[in-house]
């Protein structure tokens, strides 16, 4: 799915959005999250999950059970850090 998200035509255009974010969260919500979340569930659409937020769902619930393999959980992370920023330090 990473490989998939960073290849992709609107990947071009996420740089541009989340440059424009920068570490806003109610705007990389409002903006970014649907963006990624729709990508999320045509890709998922192929490997057999339903193309809405249910089969998203149980594909993150499915991957948070094999989240017990060391490179799986680094995957999750990466993917997860796509969709919500890191917090700044206070």
Do not use: H
Not at 45 to 70: A, C, H, P, W
């Amino acid at each position: 799915m990473l490989d998939t998200i960073r290849s992709s035509r609107e990947t071009f255009k996420l740089c541009d959005v989340y440059n424009a974010c920068g570490n806003d969260m109610l705007k990389r919500m409002q903006i970014v999250f649907p963006i990624l979340t729709k990508m999320q569930m045509d890709i998922l659409g192929k490997y057999g999950y339903s193309r809405d937020s249910d089969g998203l769902l149980k594909f993150f619930q499915e991957i948070t059970v094999l989240e017990k393999d060391d490179d799986i959980k680094k995957l999750n992370e990466e993917l997860r850090s796509l969709l919500i920023p890191t917090l700044p330090d206070i």
